[in-house]
């Protein structure tokens, strides 16, 4: 069994296409990607390091149905997380949104996300840099940095490629694993 579970909520499928380059990065660490929407509420607890992945809707919402997304997503699946124990486990956060037309709210899903992992017991990872973003306010910004991986692929989509593979060689590092062949 792979060593690491990465879930993701989308709307546009954006999300998955980067969690997809996460995996590649990681080889065969790495399960396949999941849809939180097609998860059991343990699934999280099946794997000893976690990667998980949310777009930022609209004014700062996780996608799901109250953010017109076609199916359950995260914002569904919280509900789970007031039962989840992931004490021991460590993860790592990702988020997308955009800087240009949601400045106010840049990566709020992520923010939001973040605070219901950590209440979780879970050992968070992953931080990442708030250089080279320009936005008004995020509630996933803790003082200098993000509280995970920011992709902007609406305005930042040729920089998408390389914050992955710093941001994976930096995760595993925290991990304290090494990258397997793909």
């Known amino acids: 069994m792979s060593k690491i579970g990465i879930f993701f909520g989308t709307d546009t499928g954006t999300t998955r296409k980067i969690s997809k380059l996460i995996a590649k990065e990681l080889g065969e660490l790495a399960a396949k990607p999941l849809n939180i929407n097609r998860a059991e509420p343990d699934a999280l607890t099946a794997y000893e390091y976690l990667i998980l992945g949310t777009p930022t809707l609209g004014e700062g919402q996780l996608p799901g149905l109250s953010s017109d997304c076609q199916t359950d997503s995260w914002e569904e699946y919280m509900d789970n997380f007031e039962e989840l124990d ?13 800087q240009v037309n949601y400045p106010n709210e840049f990566v709020d899903a992520l923010g939001e996300l973040y605070d219901a992992v950590a209440e979780t017991g879970a050992e968070m ?5 708030v250089e080279g973003y320009e936005y008004e ?10 509280v995970g991986l920011v992709i902007d692929n609406d305005n930042q989509s040729d920089k ?5 593979s710093q941001w994976v060689e930096q995760v595993l590092a925290e991990m304290e694993l090494e990258a397997l062949p793909a």
Not at 125 to 129: A, C, D, M, T
Not at 137 to 146: Q, R, T, W
Not at 160 to 164: G, H, K
Request: proline share 0%; charged share 25%; net charge negative.
């Open 160 to 164: 998408n490629a390389a914050r992955v």
């Open 137 to 146: 306010a995020s509630c996933a910004e803790d003082g200098e940095e993000f």
């Open 86 to 98: 992931l004490t021991g486990k460590k993860v790592a956060l990702f988020g997308l949104g955009d």
């Open 125 to 129: 990872l992953g931080r990442w840099s």
